[in-house]
């Protein structure tokens, strides 16, 4: 069995994807800590990769969500991405970060201000202005960018 293992790691709030390298012999442990939760899901990727979340991702006030290509459900938190191969659930990727990256969509919420027009007849002017109104609220789906590193 190798020492390291090579994953992907996609961050939503930042809309990016990184290979990582982690101890081969503590992986799975390991990617609670990149992850950042208690709980994982484990959710197919394709027949040679799984997607590892956070099972309990999707709460009140996220920031931003991930959604998969051909998967039903948003998935929120960061992912990590593993090969599988014969068993070993930490293999080598068989696709290219690039072609991985192609299946992600990294969502975040984007507030636009919404501005009222304020005119004004005054006897010794006439004022024309703005005055923040609130905001509209539209949702912003970016490939995340992959960056290079010392992994693969």
């Keep these: 069995m190798t020492k390291t293992a090579t994953v992907y790691v996609i961050d ?31 959710v197919a990727f394709d027949t040679h990769h799984k997607l590892i979340v956070d099972e309990e991702g999707l709460h009140d006030g996220i920031s931003a969500f991930t ?19 014969d068993g070993d659930f930490f293999a080598a990727p068989k696709i290219s970060i690039e072609d991985a990256a192609k299946r992600f969509r990294c969502v975040r919420p984007v507030l636009d201000p919404v501005f009222a027009t304020v005119n004004e007849d005054r006897a010794d002017a006439f004022v024309i202005g703005t005055m923040l109104n609130g905001f509209e609220t539209r949702l912003e789906s970016t490939m995340p960018t992959v960056i290079e590193g010392d992994a693969g």
């Design 12 to 42: 939503p709030a930042s809309a990016t994807i990184e290979a990582v390298e982690i101890e081969a012999r503590s992986a799975f442990s390991q990617t609670y800590k990149l992850i950042d939760c208690r709980l994982v899901e484990v």
């Design 67 to 85: 959604m998969l290509d051909g998967y039903p459900q948003a998935l929120a938190g960061k992912l990590v991405l593993v090969g599988e191969d």
